[in-house]
């Protein structure tokens, strides 16, 4: 599917009697994006990470566009038990978790068929020891999944460049939890992930910064080559003592990297979806905006510079400039450096302001994917230039599970 083309008066059009703030999902911009990452996969299925959707009937509709998109990777185990009571399946859950009274539930409703109940991630023995400490003896066994370290190590393995999770590096370490896991009688292991978020989550073409580019390619051309080669040796010498059936990698980043490893079953995606502007930045592929959100402006306090109500939707991460959102459309506005995106207001500078009406949209782009989910309790969803839905986020079912 081609990306659309779209611009101010296009949504104008489409939320003429919609009262803003309000958040949207376009379908066409989601479903050719769709289609984009689908290629860059290869003949690799891609599992959907339920933290950059939040919005359980847009993982549904994403589940039945396409075979190869199937399974989903859940981000708390309260998220998990939820879905799964709603008829989700091929349920793995990307982080470890603490929570023993949802473990506890968890063995207790799939006693009878533990072969189809959820994933738990275990990255050390103490994870182990806190699932079997709630398991009664009629339970089990839990079908876990190992996470591996595939972080890049430079200067001798002085820095190493990549996310802060698994502990688990070496094919030695990896073999050594899966074979303690082999001697529990209620625990089997039957999967592996790893995330490499040097390469999927850092885009290569940071705006107005060529050195750092060209270290940021330097950098991910090396990690590339060495995650492949360890991955494998890892998968294959935990093969040896546990049955795999699934091994996850990458993200909306890195897909054609990482699916094109043989050792790897699957990959996962889920930002790629919605395309916000942490994918902006990207030399290998460009993704089209699909989710955004629209603030109405309600103040004029001079020349080339308008005030809408509300916007200050940050996302998580290392403060700065880049959690804030972006002015979107029209084009040719940005944000005030001295206020940024303000909780109930936000200034909006540019010539662009000066065509700008009160009470005219102003369309925002969030800097993480799921996140803007949290601020609203619905999705309008646009398909063909109008509204067709609106679908409760999981904050409008009632759910805040972080």
Same mark, same amino acid.
């Given at each position: 599917m081609e990306p659309p083309v779209r611009n101010h008066a296009f949504y104008e059009q489409v939320f003429s009697e919609v009262e803003a703030p309000f958040a949207f999902v376009d379908l066409d911009s989601m479903w050719a994006n769709a289609d984009k990452m689908l #290629? /860059?996969?290869? &003949?690799? =299925?891609i599992r959907i990470a !339920?933290? !950059?959707? /939040?919005? /359980? @009937?847009l993982i549904e509709r994403i589940l039945e566009y396409h075979d190869r998109l199937r399974g989903v990777m859940t981000f708390t185990l309260a998220e998990t038990l939820w879905l799964d009571e709603e008829g989700m399946e091929d349920l793995l859950l990307a982080y470890p978790t603490t929570d023993l009274e949802a473990v506890q539930r968890l063995a207790v409703e799939h006693a009878a068929h533990p072969e189809v109940a959820p994933i738990l991630m275990v990255d050390c023995v103490e994870q182990l020891d806190l699932? $079997?400490?709630?398991?009664? !003896? %009629? #339970?089990? =066994?839990?079908?876990?999944?190992?996470?591996?370290? =595939? @972080?890049?190590? *430079?200067?001798r393995g002085r820095m190493t460049i990549g996310a802060k999770r698994s502990p688990v590096r070496t094919p030695e370490q990896a073999v050594a939890l899966a074979e303690e896991i082999g001697r529990r009688d209620r625990l089997e292991l039957v999967a592996i992930m790893a995330y490499e978020s040097q390469i999927s989550g850092v885009g290569d073409e940071p705006p107005q910064q060529r050195l750092r580019s060209r270290k940021i390619k330097w950098m991910q051309k090396n !990690?590339? $080559? $060495?995650?492949?080669?360890? /991955? @494998? $040796?890892?998968?294959? *010498?935990?093969?040896?003592?546990? &049955?795999?059936q699934i091994v996850n990698g990458g993200g909306t980043g890195s897909l054609e990297f990482t699916s094109a490893e043989a050792a790897v079953t699957e990959v996962a995606a889920g930002s790629g979806f919605y395309a =916000?502007? %942490?994918?902006?930045?990207?030399s290998r592929f460009s993704l089209t905006p699909a989710a955004a959100f629209a603030i109405p402006v309600v103040r004029r306090p001079g020349p080339r510079v308008v005030t809408a109500l509300g916007g200050g939707y940050l996302s998580s991460g290392a403060p700065g400039p880049a959690r804030m959102p972006v002015p979107w459309l029209p084009e040719g506005l940005s944000l005030d450096d001295d206020e940024g995106a303000g909780e109930v207001q936000t200034p909006l500078l540019g010539p662009a302001a000066d065509q700008l009406k009160l009470g005219d949209n102003v369309y925002m782009r969030h800097n993480k994917a799921g996140e803007l989910c949290e601020r609203f309790n619905s999705l309008l969803l646009v398909e063909g230039g109008e509204i067709v839905d609106e679908v409760p986020t999981y904050r409008g079912e009632g759910h805040a599970f972080l």
């Open positions: #290629a /860059r996969a290869g &003949d690799k =299925p !339920s933290k !950059s959707l /939040r919005c /359980r @009937a699932i $079997e400490s709630v398991l009664g !003896s %009629q #339970a089990g =066994p839990l079908r876990l999944c190992l996470e591996l370290d =595939p @972080a890049w190590q *430079t200067l !990690s590339i $080559e $060495e995650i492949k080669g360890r /991955r @494998a $040796e890892v998968v294959e *010498t935990v093969k040896k003592v546990a &049955d795999i =916000p502007t %942490q994918f902006d930045h990207y």
